[in-house]
Structure formats: structure tokens, C-alpha cells
């Protein structure tokens, strides 16, 4: 009896006492239970000193103390679970993924058996964990999160930080920080103090991810006060060292973390000895900090973003050095991983969330260069980290039941909004829907690490330029400055443009103006003083973004935008108006395809509900490719299923909808079919893609821009899908002028043009096809030309203005 009572005893000792008053006691409690020759006591002694040491993360002593027990000697089939959970657990941890899933899978049986499905939680739980450790993350976040929506009432704060810490380590960080504040909350509404360290911890690492220095500087100042308040010195000294990496993210130094401090043994150790290393640099001392990395080699990695962090302290060790092979090899090495890890998952947000991990290399990469000044470097700087996920093949993964029926739900609350059930309830509906669809989708893993395109060589671009008669533009910025690439037939230079703040506040103005304008009638003296300001904003981004010295020598153009400018209407711009204009995420990519046969075999036409002049739309262009004998079919009262069957058996796919981009969730971007909306996630399974996709719909050019400049929306989606070319608006779009704008894009295309020159033919006829952007790449349509006049020019100018929005 005293042994059990000194048990239960060691974990309010733990809390009050902290680890060795626990340990004294458990001791205690041994020796009590063998002086009464009980092993089961002895047993329960072993399973509450490894439950102690793993909930303080020393997992090793965790793992000897669970190792003494002995099954049999145990009672309850709750007991054996315990130790085989704890020790399944522990084993991951340690990197024994063979012993951890033996362990765990017996405990999954064993619950199963039992019907506890509060166990089934955690064995579920931790084989989850396990798929983490042994690197196979789509499907660790898989089984972690159908653990967590099973309907148990579980403690869920440790289950929440290893879904966090999954989530990040794919880049996933705000839906990760909002997990982990979740388990903030919990932890210090129970007073949790060492739960409460640890899971600061790691919302330092997630803020440091997203760039907020001052954040993740209040979250490493609170896990010190939160572990010495728990009376841990080593555990607060650990969370120092997170407060010494924000200084030197703030480009601030410190004192060195202290010599015992730098282990290579433990993963805190290893975060001490990349500190410390990136403190020597700082100071010069380069031998110094390149023999603490090696002693690195052969350590268990921690992470994509350690990884990350150790080829950047070489880079910049190689660079101070003066050896610019070197310095170039780890950038090399640092991008292939980066791209490798991308390629292994299939979910397109999560493909752009990855290349968060390679935004400190990709700055030193691009400032380097920079400093340099020569084009050629400059490029390859940029370009290898730009767009990334462009470069790879697309993933199309197996359908997920799950998946199609919560999309098949949100379609049908999205439909009823529509219809006007636009309940407070019934928004709240849809953005669970929407949150619990997102985690599903980022689950979905590619069987295989995908390969990805090399970024094309300097040498090449220039080949590729000067025999598709292209002048390339390419902006970037460095130091909050936004600079320009131009390569064409005048040569390649590099120019200081101007503040990105500047730029983004231009964009963001024209945006709005351009909002305005499509809802004002035109005519009066309110839609002329919008024109009015329109003009003057686009004047000053011409300005800026074309200065006058650069004067592209050919008639196309080549774009490849800043976040700041990757929805902007860029053949607005009056040194752009009469250009033809693409606009591309990756240049490597477009060279890639750029020489690719063309051709049009087949066109599909759909029109959306709520469309005005959309049967005058789809009727117009339907008769222009039937007069080239085109295999040509048309969707008036088309549905998702319509849309996706299309995507998969045409050439040519043009939709006139209503479009709506989500700017927070850009994968949630939708055109309005008769069913309800199709989402743009929910092209990830179509497999054949069509070569051109024209959206004539408001906005759906728009894309939101992540870290790595990886674009998400519904054409940035086509594209990463497989799309070899875009043509959508980059605003609103007004029905009227849709429709005819679109007669005479498709004119041009079935004529012979490219959709470029086409859409450049079409702004000469209406200003308003100047809101619509190329994306991806350029493309011809092989066929014969389209019969004399498909629509009278009379017919074109009877169509009335309309304030009516797509």
C-alpha cells in the first residue's frame, strides 16, 4: 500500500517539487514494494518515472524506465496500454520506428479490443507521430488529424502540438500557430507551466517562420519565465537560446549560449551549436564556426528548417571566405532539398507553403547577387527559388471519398447563400466546411518524391528569349526595394526601381478604383472622375515599374511579378497597351514548354447560371470554331461534373461565370456552375489537363503570393495542374463587355494568333480586355481560319454598357 500511495504521490511532487523530488520518491516507492516482494508496484514505479521523464522530454531515460516493466506484471489491460503507448512513443522519438510501431500497433489492437476509444485517440494519435518521425509527413498529419475528429473526450493539448509541429515542419504556419495558441490557452488555464513553456517554444519557431521577429521575441521571453516559474534552469536556458536566434533574426548579436549548453546529442544541443556557430560569423571567426558544423555531420536531422538553417551558415561561411563555388553549392544543395521536399507532397497549397523553409537562403542568395551586379548571377539567384512548385510535375493523388463529400457539402451551402439563405449560421457552416476540407487536402501525399525541372541556365533564357522575339521583365525585390531584370534584345540590366511599399500601395489602390468603377454606371461625372484617378495610378506604376530609359525592343513581352504585383492588370499600363503580354510564375517553366507542339483538337463551352450575355458569349465563340470544323461542344446549363469531364477530353475549355477569388483562401477561388461552385481545389484529381483555359469571370487571375513567390489561385492552380496557358482577369469584369471581348479573342485565336496577340487585337477594340492577363505561357491554336465575319461589327456596338458584374 505505501509503495502505491508514494506512486500517485511522485506526480504532485513533480509539479510542486519538480523532477528530482519525483525521482526520490518513485525510489522510495520501489523499495517499499520489494521489501513487500510486490512487482507489480515495482512495475507501476518503472511505468510513472517514464511517463515523467518523456512529459519533461527526456525521452532516453523515459524509455530505460518503461523498458523494466515487465507486462505480466501488471493487472489491468489499462496499465499494459499505458506502457505500450509510452514506449511506442518514446521508441519514434528515438528514431526506432520499427519497435515504436510494434508497440503502438498492439495498442491500437488492445484498445479496439477493449472498446476504449479514448485509447484508439492515442494509439491512433502516436502512429501518427510516427509517420512524422520517420518522415512521411502527408500522412502523419493524415492519421494525427482523423485521430483528432474522433468524438472523445481527450486532453488534446500535446496532440495539438504535434499536429503543429507536423504542419510547420511543411510550412504550414498559420494554421499551426493557431493550433498551438489553442494549446496556450489550455496549458495556462490549468496552470501548466512546464506545458506552457514548451508549447512557447514552439510558437517562437512558427514566428520566427512567419517573419514576426517581435512576436516570436515575447514567446521566447515568456517560455523563460514560464520554465523558471516551474523551477526548470535547464529547461529556461534552452528557451534562451530561442531569444538568442529572434536577435540574430533582427540582425542584432548576443552573448554566445553557454559551452554546456552545446550538445550534439540532444536537439537543443544542436539549435546551441548552429547559434553559436551563426554568432561566430558574425565575429569573423569562420574556422571556429565551421568546425562547431562539422561536428553536426551525422547528427539525427530536426528538421527541414534545421537542415536549412546549417546550409545557409555554410553558404555564408563559403561566401566570407571568398569561395564562390562553395557559396554556390549550398544554395544548389539547399534548393534541391527544398524542391525534393515539395515534390512529395501533393497538395498545392501545401507545395507552396514548403518553400517558407528556404526564405532566409533565398534572401542572403538574392542580396549576394545583388551586391555582385551581374545580370546573369542575379538571375540565377532569383529563379532558383522562384515558383518552385511550377518546376515540378503535377500530382494528381487517388480520390479521396472524404474529401469529395465535403466538397460536395460546401458546394451545396455555397449554392443556397447564393440563392439567398445567407444565415449567420449558415456562413458558419461554411467556413467549418472550409477549415476541415483544407486539413483533408493537405493530407494528400504523391507517391514518390516527385522530380522537378532544373531552373534554366542563364545562357539558355537568353537563347529562349531571342528566338520567341521576347523581352523578359522580371521583378524581385532585396532590402525592401523592388528591382528590375530586363533581358532582351538591347542586352540584360539590372535597375533600383523604388519601396515595395510604393508599389503594393499603387496595386492595392488601382485594385480598388478598378472595384468601384465596375459597379458605377458609366457615363457620369462619378464614372469619369474614377477614370480619372484610374489613369493617374496606372500612369504613376508605369512610372515606377517602366521607367523611362527601358523601352522593351520587341513587340511581347515576358513578365514575372513581385508578390506585390502578381494580380495587377499589367497590360493596363500605358508602355504595355500595344505589347503582347505573358505573365509567368517561373521562367524555367516557360522555357520548358514554350517550344511544345499546339494545337486544338477539340473545345469544350460552358456558361454559368446568372450570366446575362453569356448565351451571347458562349453562341459567338462556339460559331467561330465550328466555321474551322473544330470538334466544338457546348455547355449552357453546365455543372461541376460538365466542367471537370471537359477538362479532361478537351484542347480548349472557355467558361463565362461568375468568379470569385478568396484571398485568404486561395484554393477555395470558385467559377458559379449551374450545381453550385467548383473549386479550384478540386482540380487536383481531373489528371489530363486542356492546353488552354480562357475564365471569363471576374477576378480569377488573381493570386494570393506565399513565401518562395509561390502563386496560389484558381489560374495559378490550372497551371500547377498542368495547364499549359491561362487567359483570366486580374478584377472585375463587366458582362457586357465580356462577351464581346471574348468574340473577338477567340476570332483572333481561330485566325492564327496566339492568345497574347489576340488579347492585344481585342484591347485595340475595347478597353476593357485590358483587365484580362496570359498566364503560364502563350499559346496557338493549330487550325485553318475561322469563316469571314463571325460577328458583324455592327452587332458588337448594339451591345449596351452594363454595370452587371461577372
Not at 496577340?757 to 485590358?770: C, I, K, M, N, T
Amino acid at each position: 500500500m505505501l509503495g502505491r500511495v508514494l506512486v500517485t504521490r511522485a506526480l504532485a511532487d513533480l509539479h510542486v517539487g519538480g523532477p528530482d523530488a519525483a525521482r526520490r520518491t518513485l525510489g522510495e516507492a520501489r523499495r517499499a514494494a520489494r521489501a513487500a516482494d510486490s512487482r507489480y508496484v515495482v512495475a507501476l514505479a518503472f511505468v510513472q518515472e517514464g511517463t515523467i521523464a518523456m512529459y519533461r522530454g527526456d525521452w532516453e531515460a523515459g524509455l530505460a524506465a518503461l523498458d523494466q516493466v515487465h507486462e505480466d506484471d501488471l493487472r489491468a489491460p489499462a496499465e499494459v496500454l499505458a506502457v505500450l503507448l509510452n514506449r511506442g512513443l518514446a521508441s519514434i522519438t528515438l528514431r526506432r520506428p520499427a519497435a515504436g510501431r510494434r508497440d503502438l500497433r498492439a495498442a491500437l489492437r488492445l484498445a479496439l479490443q477493449q472498446d476504449w476509444p479514448e485509447v484508439v485517440f492515442k494509439a491512433r494519435h502516436n502512429l501518427g507521430c510516427l509517420e512524422f518521425f520517420v518522415g512521411h509527413l502527408p500522412e502523419a498529419i493524415r492519421i494525427m488529424q482523423e485521430a483528432d475528429e474522433l468524438p472523445v473526450r481527450v486532453d488534446r493539448l500535446q496532440s495539438r502540438r504535434d499536429i503543429a509541429t507536423a504542419l510547420l515542419e511543411v510550412g504550414l504556419v498559420d494554421p499551426a500557430q493557431e493550433l498551438l495558441r489553442l494549446a496556450l490557452r489550455s496549458a495556462r488555464g490549468r496552470h501548466l507551466r512546464l506545458d506552457e513553456g514548451n508549447i512557447l517554444l514552439d510558437l517562437v519557431g512558427a514566428q520566427l517562420l512567419a517573419g514576426n521577429v517581435t512576436g516570436a521575441a515575447r514567446s521566447a521571453a515568456a517560455a523563460v519565465r514560464a520554465f523558471r516559474s516551474y523551477g526548470d534552469e535547464r529547461l529556461a536556458a534552452h528557451a534562451d537560446l530561442m531569444a538568442t536566434a529572434v536577435d540574430l533574426a533582427r540582425g542584432r548579436t548576443r552573448a554566445a549560449p553557454r559551452p554546456e549548453l552545446v550538445d550534439t546529442r540532444t536537439a537543443a544541443g544542436r539549435t546551441a551549436t548552429r547559434l553559436t556557430a551563426e554568432l561566430l560569423i558574425g565575429s569573423g571567426d569562420l574556422v571556429e564556426a565551421a568546425g562547431l558544423l562539422d561536428e553536426l555531420a551525422g547528427a539525427p536531422a530536426d528538421g527541414i528548417d534545421t537542415v536549412m538553417h546549417e546550409h545557409l551558415l555554410r553558404a555564408r561561411i563559403a561566401a566570407d571566405a571568398g569561395d564562390t563555388a562553395g557559396t554556390e553549392r549550398e544554395f544548389r544543395s539547399a534548393a534541391r532539398k527544398l524542391a525534393r521536399m515539395q515534390g512529395s507532397v501533393a497538395s498545392l497549397e501545401t507545395r507552396a507553403a514548403v518553400a517558407v523553409h528556404g526564405a532566409r537562403l533565398a534572401d542572403f542568395n538574392v542580396s549576394r547577387a545583388m551586391r555582385r551586379g551581374d545580370p546573369a548571377e542575379v538571375f540565377r539567384a532569383v529563379e532558383r527559388w522562384r515558383a518552385a512548385s511550377q518546376r515540378l510535375p503535377a500530382v494528381h493523388p487517388h480520390p479521396d471519398p472524404r474529401v469529395a463529400s465535403l466538397a460536395s457539402r460546401l458546394r451545396q451551402l455555397r449554392h443556397d447563400v447564393q440563392a439567398g439563405d445567407d444565415r449567420a449560421d449558415r456562413r458558419a457552416d461554411i467556413a467549418a466546411l472550409e477549415a476541415q476540407l483544407g486539413r483533408r487536402l493537405w493530407s494528400a501525399g504523391a507517391s514518390d518524391s516527385a522530380v522537378g525541372l532544373a531552373p534554366v541556365s542563364y545562357r539558355g533564357l537568353r537563347a529562349q528569349l531571342d528566338a520567341a522575339g521576347t523581352t523578359l521583365l522580371y521583378y524581385f525585390w532585396d532590402a525592401d526595394t523592388i528591382h528590375l531584370l530586363s533581358c532582351g534584345p538591347g542586352g540584360s540590366a539590372v535597375r533600383r526601381l523604388g519601396d515595395t511599399r510604393v508599389a503594393k500601395g499603387l496595386a492595392e489602390r488601382l485594385e480598388a478604383d478598378l472595384r468601384v468603377r465596375a459597379h458605377t454606371e458609366p457615363g457620369g461625372a462619378l464614372g469619369a472622375a474614377i477614370d480619372r484617378g484610374v489613369a493617374r495610378t496606372l500612369e504613376r506604376l508605369d512610372t515606377l515599374l517602366l521607367p523611362g530609359d527601358l523601352e522593351p525592343r520587341t513587340d511581347s513581352v515576358l513578365i514575372v511579378p513581385t508578390p506585390e504585383l502578381g494580380s495587377l492588370p499589367w497590360s493596363m499600363l500605358p508602355s504595355l497597351s500595344e505589347r503582347s503580354v505573358v505573365m509567368v510564375p517561373s521562367v524555367s517553366r516557360w522555357c520548358s514548354i514554350r517550344d511544345q507542339e499546339t494545337r486544338a483538337g477539340s473545345a469544350a463551352f460552358f456558361l454559368g447560371p446568372r450570366i446575362a450575355h453569356g448565351p451571347a458569349e458562349i453562341e459567338q465563340v462556339e460559331r467561330v470554331w465550328r466555321a474551322t470544323g473544330l470538334a466544338v461542344t457546348g455547355h449552357p446549363g453546365a455543372t461541376t461534373v460538365d466542367l471537370l469531364e471537359a477538362f479532361r477530353s478537351n484542347d480548349l475549355v472557355h467558361v463565362a461565370a461568375h468568379g470569385v477569388h478568396a484571398q485568404q483562401s486561395p484554393l477555395f477561388s470558385r467559377l458559379e456552375l449551374q450545381d453550385g461552385p467548383l473549386f479550384a481545389h478540386e482540380l487536383t484529381g481531373v489528371g489530363r489537363m486542356p492546353q488552354h483555359v480562357v475564365l471569363s469571370a471576374c477576378d480569377l487571375g488573381r493570386s494570393r503570393i506565399g513565401p518562395g513567390d509561390e502563386p496560389l489561385g484558381l489560374a495559378a492552380a490550372l497551371l500547377g495542374l498542368g495547364v499549359r496557358s491561362v487567359v483570366a482577369a486580374a478584377g472585375p469584369v463587366n458582362d457586357a463587355q465580356a462577351a464581346e471581348i471574348m468574340g473577338g479573342y477567340h476570332q483572333g485565336l481561330a485566325a492564327g494568333l496566339s492568345a497574347a496577340q489576340s488579347l492585344r487585337a481585342a484591347r485595340a477594340d475595347h478597353r476593357g480586355a485590358a483587365i484580362f492577363n496570359v498566364y503560364g505561357a502563350d499559346w496557338t491554336a493549330v487550325r485553318g481560319a475561322p469563316e469571314e465575319s463571325a460577328t458583324p461589327a455592327g452587332e458588337r456596338n448594339a451591345v449596351s454598357a452594363s454595370a452587371y458584374i461577372r
